[in-house]
């Protein structure tokens, strides 16, 4: 299903280029281009798939015929829910979808080339600070950005103010409780 022939990333870099790419075309085809999307999952056709490309363009296709296929494959039948709920539920559940398909291709990757714990880690923390297509299309990313914002003026203006006084408090070690629970006993 890439267009391109085959493409192998094997950096962490290179593998979150491809997720880029590929999360940029699914973006696309859930926002600016979803009147042809839309159009495109007939769901008196057969079970289609939306597919990312590296090269930030998108397709909805049939799933791959081999068994197994090269790559994880995308959600099998987006077209079959298309009638039957909103447009704006069904986009958010494509782009759901869309989102576990890009870290198992990702993380298929990162298998493949033998990505170890420190490689995986860097990794998910890269794709981790984008934001997720099914924010991207409810318009969660937005608010986050903002609310994030306030949240860092905020904090800047309170913690100058408060000084040194202000640390959480330092536990010890674990005590059991009257009940039998293991707790943390302040210092």
Request: aromatic share 10%.
């Amino acid at each position: 299903m890439d267009s391109g022939g085959h493409y192998n990333p094997r950096t962490v870099e290179e593998v979150f280029r491809d997720f880029k790419g590929r999360r940029a075309g699914m973006i696309k085809a859930l926002t600016t281009d979803v009147e042809e999307f839309y159009q495109q999952c007939d769901p008196e056709k057969e079970n289609l798939c939306l597919y990312g490309f590296p090269t930030e363009q998108w397709e909805v296709n049939l799933p791959a015929e081999e068994v197994p296929p090269e790559l994880p494959e995308p959600a099998l039948g987006i077209n079959f829910a298309r009638d039957g709920m909103q447009e704006k539920d069904w986009l958010s559940l494509v782009a759901v979808h869309s989102d576990a398909w890009l870290q198992s291709v990702a993380f298929y990757f990162g298998a493949r080339f033998g990505f170890d714990k420190a490689d995986r880690k860097r990794l998910f923390t890269m794709i981790n600070d984008l934001p997720t297509i099914f924010e991207v299309v409810t318009g969660s990313a937005k608010k986050q950005t903002k609310e994030k914002s306030s949240e860092n003026n905020g904090n800047k203006s309170k913690s100058s103010s408060k000084g040194r006084g202000s640390e959480p408090p330092k536990y010890s070690k674990q005590v059991k409780d009257e009940e039998g629970g293991i707790g943390r006993r302040r210092r």
